[in-house]
């Protein structure tokens, strides 16, 4: 399962230095490798201590962890959306990942220009978010005259997009993200044929290098959503950083281990035991048979998976079971 998150920010707040703290916690090349795709793009392990643990009861040979990708994307700059700077290519890179990192520069440093020439990082979120809001404010009113035709003859799809869209677009003219607009799950499913920018959900990176705890404290008072304080210099919170991508994508992890590898595999929350296993292969939806599950933290009490048998310890799953997070799982197809 791919997934990746955008760094975004305003140049000189910490991006690329913190792309390259992340992309250097690269995993064993014989397992899993960190691989840089091209020059802005890398994958990167989850911090999960389960996996190592799992592998060394299993004697596995080989253990790989659960991964994310970050893409490293060009700086914005106010009027990106209107094509200022390298303004078309950052909103096409955004368009094309799962979820965004905003970098807020916390730090002062008389040696790094801020493009402001004052560090104010709620004032930096307010104009990345506006130039994600314009762009999409230009695309949904576009599509609406669009669906005009359509919806004048009385078209009963066009005019439940038209609809959808026009509650979007009221909450874009307000200059909120589209992610705050109430929508119902038809609703959002339409939106969701978009890919609208600014319904994406964000983690803000309080770029804090030596900053004190109290200047922090009262920036993340005020920060409109999820964050983690970071020192990209230093590379302080990266794990808490990749755990919480982890998180806002919706995402778990379950496991298969035996002697030849321990894995951890990534799902959506919610996943059936089918479509978990489609993780390990497309065919396995289809073919599921059954299941044979047991949490990590049981199968190590027991001692070995025949111990864990005995006491009842392993159930079978059929194909309405929902994956849990922590769950060692053997598929039957």
Known sequence: MKLSIGI?????????????????KGVPAENYPFCTIDPSVGIV??????VGKLSEFSKSAKTIPAVIEFVD???????????????????QNIREVDAILEVVRVFEDKDIIHVANKVDPLSDISIINLE??????????????????DVKRGDKLAIAESAALEKVEKVLSDSHL????????????IVKS?????????LYALNASEVAENVVAKVAKDIPGLYVEIDAVFEKG????????????GLETYFTTGEDETRAWTIEKGSTAPVAGM???TDFKDKFIRAEVINWQELLNSGSYADARAKGKVRTEGREYVVKDGDVIEFKV
């Open 238 to 249: 990266l794990d808490e950083l990749i755990k919480k991508s982890y998180e806002l994508l």
């Open 178 to 189: 589209a992610s705050e607009t109430p929508l119902d799950e038809k609703e959002r499913e």
């Open 45 to 50: 392990p989850v911090p999960d201590e389960r």
């Open 279 to 281: 993780a390990i292969h």
């Open 8 to 24: 975004v920010g305003l140049p000189n707040v910490g991006k690329s230095t913190l792309f390259n703290a992340l992309t250097k």
């Open 73 to 91: 994307i060009a700086g914005l700059v106010a009027g990106a959306s209107k094509g200022e700077g390298l303004g078309n290519k950052f909103l």
């Open 132 to 149: 994600l809001i314009l762009a999409d404010l230009e695309t949904v009113t576009k599509r609406i005259s669009n669906l005009s035709r």
């Open 194 to 202: 978009m890919h609208l920018l600014s319904m994406k959900p964000i």
